[in-house]
Nanobody, 117 residues
Framework: QVQLVQSGGGLVQARGSLKLGCVSS????????MGWYRQAPGKERELVAT???????NYADSVKGRFTISRDNAKNTVYLQMNSVKPEDTAVYFC???????????WGKGTLVTVSS
């Protein structure tokens, strides 16, 4: 079992920065992939970024060069640093984890990021 608790989110101006966090608990050693997804109003949920247990990262084209995903294993936490945000980044952001040992995926409850101007 894995539980994900998100932090961050809120209102930020365009070209500003915001940092999201996601703390995992439970059998975290079994997690091999973590990531962030987002869902904007009227849109499908889309992948934003992923990071493997070996710190290999992948980003959606729309956020490359602006967002950075990272992890702190000591704190069982994954972060999403959002820089140079745009109004189109407005969405509910979800933390995600995958555990091959369980054959399951886990989701955070989501947090709203609103970019103004």
């Amino acid at each position: 079992q894995v539980q994900l608790v998100q932090s961050g989110g809120g209102l930020v101006q365009a070209r500003g920065s915001l940092k999201l966090g996601c703390v995992s608990s439970g059998n975290t050693i079994c997690i091999k992939l973590m990531g962030w997804y987002r869902q904007a109003p009227g849109k499908e949920r889309e992948l934003v970024a992923t990071i493997t247990s070996g710190d290999v990262t992948n980003y959606a084209d729309s956020v490359k060069g602006r967002f950075t995903i990272s992890r702190d294993n000591a704190k069982n936490t994954v972060y999403l640093q959002m820089n140079s945000v745009k109004p189109e980044d407005t969405a509910v952001y979800f933390c995600h984890a995958h555990s091959p040992a369980y054959g399951m995926t886990y989701w955070g409850k989501g947090t709203l990021v609103t970019v103004s101007s």
